[in-house]
Protein backbone atom coordinates (compact mmCIF):
# COMPACT_ATOMS: atom_id res chain seq x y z
CA UNK A 1 0.00 0.00 0.00
CA UNK A 2 1.48 3.70 -0.93
CA UNK A 3 1.36 5.74 1.95
CA UNK A 4 0.66 9.72 1.20
CA UNK A 5 3.74 11.70 1.52
CA UNK A 6 1.80 13.22 4.80
CA UNK A 7 2.01 9.90 6.74
CA UNK A 8 5.62 9.01 5.30
CA UNK A 9 6.82 12.31 6.63
CA UNK A 10 5.27 11.72 10.06
CA UNK A 11 6.49 7.86 9.81
CA UNK A 12 9.84 9.35 9.46
CA UNK A 13 9.59 11.92 12.39
CA UNK A 14 8.25 9.03 14.71
CA UNK A 15 11.37 6.70 14.02
CA UNK A 16 13.91 9.34 14.68
CA UNK A 17 12.25 10.69 17.22
CA UNK A 18 12.30 7.50 19.44
CA UNK A 19 16.09 7.43 18.57
CA UNK A 20 16.49 10.93 20.00
CA UNK A 21 15.11 10.41 22.99
CA UNK A 22 17.57 7.38 23.87
CA UNK A 23 20.65 10.02 22.76
CA UNK A 24 19.56 13.33 23.29
CA UNK A 25 19.55 14.05 26.58
CA UNK A 26 18.80 18.22 26.40
CA UNK A 27 16.55 18.90 23.54
CA UNK A 28 17.33 22.25 24.66
CA UNK A 29 20.71 22.24 25.16
CA UNK A 30 23.35 25.25 24.72
CA UNK A 31 25.98 25.63 22.17
CA UNK A 32 29.03 24.15 23.77
CA UNK A 33 32.68 25.66 23.92
CA UNK A 34 34.56 24.26 21.68
CA UNK A 35 37.16 21.76 22.69
CA UNK A 36 39.82 19.56 21.63
CA UNK A 37 40.53 16.06 22.39
CA UNK A 38 43.03 15.67 19.77
CA UNK A 39 46.26 13.76 20.20
CA UNK A 40 49.16 16.11 20.64
CA UNK A 41 51.68 13.47 18.67
CA UNK A 42 48.48 13.03 15.93
CA UNK A 43 48.02 16.95 15.61
CA UNK A 44 52.19 17.31 15.00
CA UNK A 45 51.70 14.26 12.22
CA UNK A 46 49.09 16.15 10.75
CA UNK A 47 50.69 19.54 10.35
CA UNK A 48 53.72 17.53 9.11
CA UNK A 49 51.16 16.30 5.91
CA UNK A 50 51.06 19.97 5.33
CA UNK A 51 49.11 19.92 1.92
CA UNK A 52 45.95 18.24 1.13
CA UNK A 53 43.19 17.91 -1.63
CA UNK A 54 39.40 19.06 -1.07
CA UNK A 55 37.04 17.36 -2.93
CA UNK A 56 33.14 18.85 -2.90
CA UNK A 57 30.87 16.71 -5.08
CA UNK A 58 27.53 15.75 -4.70
CA UNK A 59 24.60 15.07 -7.59
CA UNK A 60 23.44 18.58 -8.19
CA UNK A 61 27.01 19.04 -9.38
CA UNK A 62 24.91 18.41 -12.56
CA UNK A 63 23.42 22.00 -13.09
CA UNK A 64 27.12 23.36 -11.66
CA UNK A 65 25.27 24.91 -9.05
CA UNK A 66 26.23 25.42 -4.97
CA UNK A 67 26.61 22.73 -3.49
CA UNK A 68 23.48 22.26 -1.23
CA UNK A 69 23.06 26.00 -0.66
CA UNK A 70 19.91 26.48 -3.31
CA UNK A 71 17.61 24.21 -1.13
CA UNK A 72 17.56 27.04 1.28
CA UNK A 73 14.74 29.53 0.63
CA UNK A 74 13.75 27.33 -2.13
CA UNK A 75 10.09 26.87 -3.25
CA UNK A 76 8.02 23.27 -2.68
CA UNK A 77 8.03 22.79 -6.86
CA UNK A 78 11.79 23.49 -6.58
CA UNK A 79 12.60 21.10 -3.64
CA UNK A 80 10.43 18.25 -5.19
CA UNK A 81 12.51 18.24 -8.38
CA UNK A 82 15.61 18.69 -6.73
CA UNK A 83 15.12 15.60 -4.04
CA UNK A 84 12.99 13.46 -6.50
CA UNK A 85 14.23 13.95 -10.21
CA UNK A 86 17.79 14.98 -10.16
CA UNK A 87 19.24 12.22 -8.22
CA UNK A 88 17.83 9.94 -10.98
CA UNK A 89 20.32 11.23 -13.77
CA UNK A 90 23.45 11.04 -11.25
CA UNK A 91 25.58 8.74 -13.38
CA UNK A 92 29.56 9.31 -12.67
CA UNK A 93 30.27 6.41 -15.01
CA UNK A 94 33.85 7.94 -16.00
CA UNK A 95 34.44 8.22 -12.17
CA UNK A 96 37.73 6.60 -11.71
CA UNK A 97 39.36 6.40 -7.14
CA UNK A 98 42.68 6.17 -8.25
CA UNK A 99 43.24 8.80 -11.20
CA UNK A 100 41.61 10.99 -8.35
CA UNK A 101 44.21 9.74 -5.98
CA UNK A 102 47.42 9.92 -8.00
CA UNK A 103 46.85 13.01 -9.43
CA UNK A 104 46.79 14.51 -5.73
CA UNK A 105 50.00 12.73 -4.92
CA UNK A 106 51.92 13.75 -7.97
CA UNK A 107 51.01 17.30 -6.97
CA UNK A 108 52.54 16.39 -3.26
CA UNK A 109 49.15 16.27 -1.96
CA UNK A 110 49.60 13.61 1.72
CA UNK A 111 45.74 14.00 2.52
CA UNK A 112 42.37 14.29 1.00
CA UNK A 113 39.38 14.74 2.12
CA UNK A 114 36.25 14.04 0.21
CA UNK A 115 32.63 15.55 0.81
CA UNK A 116 30.64 12.28 2.52
CA UNK A 117 27.70 14.30 3.35
CA UNK A 118 27.16 18.24 2.72
CA UNK A 119 24.50 20.09 3.67
CA UNK A 120 22.05 18.96 1.43
CA UNK A 121 21.92 15.38 3.11
CA UNK A 122 23.02 13.52 -0.01
CA UNK A 123 25.10 10.69 0.94
CA UNK A 124 28.26 9.94 -0.89
CA UNK A 125 28.22 7.07 1.08
CA UNK A 126 26.77 3.60 1.59
CA UNK A 127 24.34 4.48 4.38
CA UNK A 128 20.91 2.23 6.38
CA UNK A 129 19.64 5.58 7.06
CA UNK A 130 18.43 7.27 4.31
CA UNK A 131 17.61 6.38 0.42
CA UNK A 132 18.68 9.84 -0.43
CA UNK A 133 22.34 8.73 -1.87
CA UNK A 134 24.65 7.76 -4.01
CA UNK A 135 23.50 3.71 -3.50
CA UNK A 136 20.49 4.74 -5.37
CA UNK A 137 21.86 6.52 -8.10
CA UNK A 138 21.94 4.78 -11.20
CA UNK A 139 25.33 4.53 -10.21
CA UNK A 140 24.68 2.69 -6.96
CA UNK A 141 28.40 2.28 -6.06
CA UNK A 142 30.00 3.27 -2.87
CA UNK A 143 32.41 6.00 -4.25
CA UNK A 144 33.59 6.82 -0.08
CA UNK A 145 34.82 3.43 -0.77
CA UNK A 146 36.88 3.67 -3.33
CA UNK A 147 38.24 6.44 -2.96
CA UNK A 148 39.29 5.33 0.70
CA UNK A 149 40.74 2.44 -0.28
CA UNK A 150 42.44 4.13 -3.65
CA UNK A 151 43.85 6.36 -0.91
CA UNK A 152 45.41 4.24 1.25
CA UNK A 153 47.12 2.07 -1.57
CA UNK A 154 48.95 5.14 -2.64
CA UNK A 155 50.12 5.86 0.83
CA UNK A 156 48.25 9.20 1.14
CA UNK A 157 45.77 9.46 4.69
CA UNK A 158 42.10 9.53 4.43
CA UNK A 159 40.12 12.64 5.39
CA UNK A 160 36.59 12.76 5.17
CA UNK A 161 34.18 15.76 5.28
CA UNK A 162 30.61 15.45 6.75
CA UNK A 163 28.02 17.94 7.89
CA UNK A 164 25.34 17.58 10.46
CA UNK A 165 23.66 20.39 8.62
CA UNK A 166 21.03 18.39 6.85
CA UNK A 167 18.50 19.69 4.78
CA UNK A 168 16.74 17.01 3.18
CA UNK A 169 16.46 15.08 7.01
CA UNK A 170 14.59 18.99 7.59
CA UNK A 171 12.38 18.81 5.10
CA UNK A 172 11.48 15.21 5.16
CA UNK A 173 10.62 16.16 9.11
CA UNK A 174 8.62 18.96 8.11
CA UNK A 175 10.86 21.52 9.25
CA UNK A 176 11.87 24.62 7.01
CA UNK A 177 14.63 24.28 6.01
CA UNK A 178 17.16 27.30 7.40
CA UNK A 179 20.67 27.74 8.15
CA UNK A 180 19.84 29.58 11.47
CA UNK A 181 16.36 28.68 13.07
CA UNK A 182 16.46 27.12 15.94
CA UNK A 183 14.29 23.54 15.01
CA UNK A 184 16.96 23.46 12.29
CA UNK A 185 19.97 23.15 14.28
CA UNK A 186 21.17 19.81 16.36
CA UNK A 187 21.29 20.98 19.67
CA UNK A 188 17.25 21.77 19.27
CA UNK A 189 16.36 18.94 17.63
CA UNK A 190 16.49 15.65 18.80
CA UNK A 191 15.90 13.59 15.69
CA UNK A 192 18.58 15.44 13.39
CA UNK A 193 21.18 14.90 16.37
CA UNK A 194 20.39 11.04 16.76
CA UNK A 195 20.39 10.89 12.74
CA UNK A 196 23.46 12.29 12.14
CA UNK A 197 25.54 10.75 15.02
CA UNK A 198 23.88 7.39 13.31
CA UNK A 199 25.47 8.18 10.03
CA UNK A 200 29.30 9.16 11.64
CA UNK A 201 28.83 5.65 13.20
CA UNK A 202 28.60 4.16 10.12
CA UNK A 203 31.53 6.60 8.47
CA UNK A 204 34.06 5.86 11.22
CA UNK A 205 33.06 1.66 11.23
CA UNK A 206 32.76 1.35 7.90
CA UNK A 207 35.94 1.90 5.81
CA UNK A 208 38.25 1.19 8.60
CA UNK A 209 40.35 3.18 10.29
CA UNK A 210 40.13 6.79 9.20
CA UNK A 211 43.02 9.55 9.63
CA UNK A 212 41.15 12.62 9.34
CA UNK A 213 37.78 14.07 9.87
CA UNK A 214 36.08 17.37 9.02
CA UNK A 215 33.11 18.33 10.44
CA UNK A 216 31.60 21.54 8.78
CA UNK A 217 27.94 22.90 10.06
CA UNK A 218 26.07 26.07 11.38
CA UNK A 219 26.37 25.39 15.34
CA UNK A 220 29.87 23.86 16.93
CA UNK A 221 27.59 22.07 19.16
CA UNK A 222 27.03 19.91 16.51
CA UNK A 223 30.78 19.51 15.62
CA UNK A 224 31.81 18.58 19.23
CA UNK A 225 29.05 16.08 19.63
CA UNK A 226 30.03 14.11 16.68
CA UNK A 227 33.79 14.84 17.27
CA UNK A 228 33.10 12.75 20.47
CA UNK A 229 31.40 9.88 18.79
CA UNK A 230 34.86 9.86 16.28
CA UNK A 231 36.92 10.37 18.89
CA UNK A 232 35.15 7.29 20.98
CA UNK A 233 35.83 5.00 18.04
CA UNK A 234 38.90 5.86 17.14
CA UNK A 235 41.24 8.05 19.28
CA UNK A 236 44.01 8.52 17.04
CA UNK A 237 41.69 10.38 14.39
CA UNK A 238 42.43 14.36 13.52
CA UNK A 239 39.59 16.45 14.12
CA UNK A 240 39.74 19.54 12.18
CA UNK A 241 36.69 21.57 11.42
CA UNK A 242 35.50 21.03 14.81
CA UNK A 243 38.38 21.07 16.90
CA UNK A 244 41.15 23.44 15.34
CA UNK A 245 41.73 26.11 13.72
CA UNK A 246 40.29 25.95 9.80
CA UNK A 247 40.29 29.20 8.11
CA UNK A 248 37.94 29.30 5.38
CA UNK A 249 39.29 31.60 2.19
CA UNK A 250 41.80 33.47 4.34
CA UNK A 251 45.01 33.26 6.30
CA UNK A 252 45.77 35.09 9.41
CA UNK A 253 48.02 37.99 9.20
CA UNK A 254 50.57 36.54 11.32
CA UNK A 255 51.56 33.12 12.67
CA UNK A 256 49.05 31.09 15.13
CA UNK A 257 49.97 28.36 17.04
CA UNK A 258 49.69 24.61 14.94
CA UNK A 259 47.79 23.17 14.17
CA UNK A 260 46.04 25.02 11.91
CA UNK A 261 44.35 24.64 8.30
CA UNK A 262 43.09 26.85 6.02
CA UNK A 263 40.93 25.55 2.93
CA UNK A 264 40.74 27.24 -0.11
CA UNK A 265 38.92 27.17 -3.40
CA UNK A 266 40.54 26.68 -6.69
CA UNK A 267 37.90 28.79 -8.54
CA UNK A 268 35.01 31.03 -6.84
CA UNK A 269 32.96 28.02 -6.22
CA UNK A 270 33.48 24.95 -4.07
CA UNK A 271 32.10 22.14 -6.80
CA UNK A 272 32.24 22.55 -10.11
CA UNK A 273 30.68 25.09 -12.36
CA UNK A 274 31.30 24.70 -16.21
CA UNK A 275 30.97 28.54 -17.11
CA UNK A 276 31.01 31.93 -15.42
CA UNK A 277 33.99 30.54 -12.92
CA UNK A 278 37.55 32.47 -12.21
CA UNK A 279 40.26 30.32 -11.41
CA UNK A 280 43.55 30.64 -9.06
CA UNK A 281 46.88 30.74 -11.29
CA UNK A 282 49.07 28.06 -10.08
CA UNK A 283 51.47 30.41 -9.01
CA UNK A 284 48.39 31.82 -6.67
CA UNK A 285 48.08 28.39 -4.89
CA UNK A 286 51.85 27.84 -4.96
CA UNK A 287 52.39 31.01 -3.13
CA UNK A 288 49.39 30.62 -1.12
CA UNK A 289 50.93 27.22 0.07
CA UNK A 290 54.08 28.89 0.87
CA UNK A 291 52.63 31.30 2.73
CA UNK A 292 50.69 29.35 4.82
CA UNK A 293 53.00 26.91 5.57
CA UNK A 294 55.38 29.53 7.18
CA UNK A 295 53.24 30.53 9.04
CA UNK A 296 52.64 26.69 10.78
CA UNK A 297 49.39 25.89 8.95
CA UNK A 298 48.41 22.75 6.41
CA UNK A 299 46.72 23.77 2.77
CA UNK A 300 43.62 22.06 2.16
CA UNK A 301 42.78 23.29 -1.42
CA UNK A 302 39.77 22.52 -3.50
CA UNK A 303 38.97 21.04 -6.75
CA UNK A 304 35.58 20.22 -8.05
CA UNK A 305 35.07 17.31 -10.65
CA UNK A 306 32.08 17.03 -13.03
CA UNK A 307 29.03 15.38 -13.45
CA UNK A 308 30.34 12.27 -14.80
CA UNK A 309 33.59 11.63 -12.23
CA UNK A 310 36.20 13.94 -14.03
CA UNK A 311 38.51 16.71 -13.13
CA UNK A 312 37.68 19.16 -15.74
CA UNK A 313 41.03 20.56 -18.00
CA UNK A 314 40.75 23.60 -16.98
CA UNK A 315 41.86 22.40 -13.13
CA UNK A 316 44.00 19.54 -14.60
CA UNK A 317 46.09 22.40 -16.03
CA UNK A 318 46.76 24.24 -13.02
CA UNK A 319 47.27 21.40 -11.18
CA UNK A 320 49.98 19.99 -13.48
CA UNK A 321 51.82 23.41 -12.73
CA UNK A 322 51.31 22.73 -9.23
CA UNK A 323 52.99 19.31 -9.72
CA UNK A 324 55.99 20.11 -11.89
CA UNK A 325 56.94 22.64 -9.42
CA UNK A 326 56.38 20.78 -6.07
CA UNK A 327 58.71 17.75 -8.03
CA UNK A 328 61.07 20.38 -8.28
CA UNK A 329 60.83 21.54 -4.73
CA UNK A 330 58.80 19.24 -2.71
CA UNK A 331 62.26 18.77 -0.30
CA UNK A 332 61.50 22.09 1.34
CA UNK A 333 57.83 21.23 2.44
CA UNK A 334 58.85 18.22 3.97
CA UNK A 335 59.64 17.71 7.95
CA UNK A 336 60.24 21.63 8.12
CA UNK A 337 58.85 24.11 10.15
CA UNK A 338 58.33 28.39 10.49
CA UNK A 339 61.49 30.90 11.19
CA UNK A 340 61.38 32.65 13.43
CA UNK A 341 60.96 35.79 11.01
CA UNK A 342 58.62 34.10 8.08
CA UNK A 343 59.29 37.09 5.36
CA UNK A 344 61.76 39.34 4.12
CA UNK A 345 60.52 41.54 0.45
CA UNK A 346 59.91 38.62 -1.50
CA UNK A 347 61.67 35.50 0.28
CA UNK A 348 59.77 33.55 2.33
CA UNK A 349 61.50 31.08 5.15
CA UNK A 350 61.12 27.31 6.26
CA UNK A 351 63.86 25.47 8.15
CA UNK A 352 64.17 21.96 8.81
CA UNK A 353 63.33 20.92 12.26
CA UNK A 354 66.89 20.76 13.49
CA UNK A 355 67.47 24.34 12.50
CA UNK A 356 70.34 23.67 10.59
CA UNK A 357 69.33 24.05 7.43
CA UNK A 358 67.13 26.67 5.74
CA UNK A 359 64.74 27.11 2.76
CA UNK A 360 64.40 29.89 1.19
CA UNK A 361 61.29 30.31 -1.46
CA UNK A 362 62.34 33.16 -3.52
CA UNK A 363 58.97 34.78 -5.58
CA UNK A 364 61.51 36.88 -8.14
CA UNK A 365 58.69 38.54 -10.90
CA UNK A 366 60.16 37.75 -14.47
CA UNK A 367 63.88 36.17 -13.85
CA UNK A 368 64.91 35.09 -16.92
CA UNK A 369 66.39 31.66 -17.79
CA UNK A 370 70.46 31.81 -17.30
CA UNK A 371 70.07 35.55 -15.12
CA UNK A 372 72.32 35.97 -12.16
CA UNK A 373 70.35 38.02 -9.58
CA UNK A 374 71.98 38.74 -5.76
CA UNK A 375 69.72 38.58 -2.25
CA UNK A 376 71.12 40.34 1.10
CA UNK A 377 69.19 38.13 3.70
CA UNK A 378 68.70 39.93 7.48
CA UNK A 379 66.99 36.96 8.72
CA UNK A 380 69.70 33.83 8.77
CA UNK A 381 73.32 34.16 8.76
CA UNK A 382 76.04 32.00 6.72
CA UNK A 383 78.31 30.03 8.52
CA UNK A 384 81.80 28.74 7.37
CA UNK A 385 80.06 25.19 6.46
CA UNK A 386 77.02 26.79 5.00
CA UNK A 387 77.08 25.17 1.56
CA UNK A 388 74.64 26.46 -1.05
CA UNK A 389 72.01 24.64 -3.82
CA UNK A 390 68.93 25.58 -5.78
CA UNK A 391 66.44 22.84 -5.54
CA UNK A 392 66.11 20.42 -8.68
CA UNK A 393 69.56 21.89 -10.56
CA UNK A 394 72.92 20.61 -9.74
CA UNK A 395 74.76 23.77 -10.26
CA UNK A 396 77.23 22.92 -13.18
CA UNK A 397 75.16 23.58 -16.50
CA UNK A 398 73.72 25.66 -18.10
CA UNK A 399 71.65 24.81 -21.38
CA UNK A 400 73.86 25.55 -24.54
CA UNK A 401 76.25 27.97 -22.63
CA UNK A 402 79.77 25.71 -22.30
CA UNK A 403 81.48 29.34 -20.25
CA UNK A 404 78.66 29.73 -17.81
CA UNK A 405 78.97 29.36 -14.49
CA UNK A 406 75.65 28.81 -13.03
CA UNK A 407 76.85 27.83 -9.29
CA UNK A 408 75.39 29.34 -6.79
CA UNK A 409 77.51 31.42 -4.01
CA UNK A 410 76.80 32.68 -0.72
CA UNK A 411 78.72 34.60 1.77
CA UNK A 412 78.17 36.72 4.89
CA UNK A 413 78.61 40.70 4.72
CA UNK A 414 78.26 43.23 7.11
CA UNK A 415 75.16 43.81 5.67
CA UNK A 416 73.73 40.17 5.66
CA UNK A 417 74.00 37.34 4.23
CA UNK A 418 74.40 37.52 0.91
CA UNK A 419 73.34 34.76 -1.81
CA UNK A 420 73.98 35.26 -5.54
CA UNK A 421 71.52 32.46 -7.57
CA UNK A 422 71.18 31.74 -11.19
CA UNK A 423 67.69 30.42 -12.36
CA UNK A 424 69.37 27.93 -14.64
CA UNK A 425 67.00 24.24 -14.75
CA UNK A 426 64.95 24.98 -18.35
CA UNK A 427 61.57 23.83 -17.17
CA UNK A 428 59.77 24.83 -20.23
CA UNK A 429 60.33 25.05 -23.71
CA UNK A 430 60.27 28.62 -23.92
CA UNK A 431 62.67 28.91 -20.96
CA UNK A 432 59.65 31.12 -19.29
CA UNK A 433 58.92 29.75 -15.42
CA UNK A 434 57.69 32.42 -13.83
CA UNK A 435 57.31 30.49 -10.34
CA UNK A 436 59.33 30.42 -7.16
CA UNK A 437 62.71 29.09 -7.18
CA UNK A 438 63.49 27.80 -3.87
CA UNK A 439 67.53 27.85 -2.45
CA UNK A 440 68.44 25.66 0.18
CA UNK A 441 71.51 26.52 2.74
CA UNK A 442 72.99 23.97 4.99
CA UNK A 443 74.83 24.75 8.52
CA UNK A 444 73.00 27.76 8.60
CA UNK A 445 73.18 29.88 11.58
CA UNK A 446 68.99 30.89 12.41
CA UNK A 447 69.73 32.26 16.05
CA UNK A 448 68.14 35.61 16.95
Not at 67 to 79: C, D, K, Q, T
Request: proline fraction near 5%; charged fraction near 25%.
Amino acid sequence: MKLSPAINKLCFSITWALLGILLVTAVNAQEEPPFNMNKAEREQWFTDLGFGMFIHWSMDVQLGMVISHSMVGASEEYLDRYINELPKTFNPVNFDAKQWVNIAKLAGMKYLVFTTKHHNGYCMFNTKTTDFGIMNSPYAKDITKMLVDACREAGIAVGLYFSPDDFYFLHQQGTLISRVRKEALASSNPELNAYVKEQMRELMTQYGKIDIVFLDGMEQFAKTELAKVCWEINSDVVVTRGAINTPEQETPESPIPSPWEACYTLGDQWQYRPTNENYKTAKDAILKLIEIRSKGGNLLLNFGPDALGNFPPEQLGILNEISLWMFINQEALEQTIPHRIIKEDNIWFLTSKDRKTAYLFINEEEWKHGERKVFSIHALKATDKSQIAVLGHNGVVLEYNKNANPAPEIKQTSNGMEISVTRSQRIYNDRKWNNPVVVKITEVDVSE
